[in-house]
Structures are given as C-alpha cells and as structure tokens.
C-alpha cells in the first residue's frame, strides 16, 4: 500500500492557542485524538479517503486545544496504513500521534 497520499492532499491547520485552565494531561489527550482517527481508519468508514479524513479528524480535535503537527502528514502516514490494514492498535497510534505533535510554535527539536 502506498503511504505518499497524505502528504498529496495536506492543507495547513489554523493554529490555536489552548484555553486557560486546559483540564486534560497531553496524554489524555493524544488518547482522544487516536480514538477518532482509529476509529474512522479501522472502520473504512469511506469507500475512499479514510486515512485522510482519520488523521483530519486528530489533526482537528489537537489544533483545538493549542497542538500542531510539528512534521509532515507523512510521517503518519504509515501509521494509518497499518491501522487500515489491522496490524496497528489504538495504543500505537496514540504514541504515534504524541510523539509528531507539539504545542502550536514548538519544534520538535525543541522536545
């Protein structure tokens, strides 16, 4: 399966700044954003687009509270691959989402 339509069809995110008093832990939160891709990806929701519309769905839910993606939609995109196909659990792409987001203006060499 080819991994390179992520990055064919990616549009910048208005970045955000997260609320005062944000009540959920950045794991807590990265949990929530893979509960919706996983759930759209792993369903085949679409006949077409899942993965696109899975990792919208996170990218949406994270930029809301202040996080942007820090590298390219590819760096996901195998990730959604795998979750399509059956071979990648939720646990996973959680990890995989908290580890390519950071605050909105954050570099990833920053952490």
Do not use: I
């Amino acid at each position: 399966m080819d991994a390179e339509w992520l990055d064919a069809h990616e549009a910048p995110l208005a970045e955000s700044q997260p609320p005062a008093g944000n009540w959920l832990l950045p794991t807590a939160l990265f949990d929530e954003a893979a509960e919706y891709a996983f759930r759209l990806c792993a369903a085949h929701s679409f006949h077409q687009g899942s993965k696109r519309a899975s990792l919208l769905a996170a990218r949406m839910f994270l930029g809301m509270l202040g996080w942007s993606l820090a590298e390219s939609n590819r760096a996901l995109s195998e990730a959604l691959v795998a979750v399509a196909a059956g071979t990648y659990g939720h646990p996973a792409l959680a990890a995989a989402l908290e580890r390519r987001f950071r605050p909105a203006g954050e570099s990833l060499q920053a952490g």
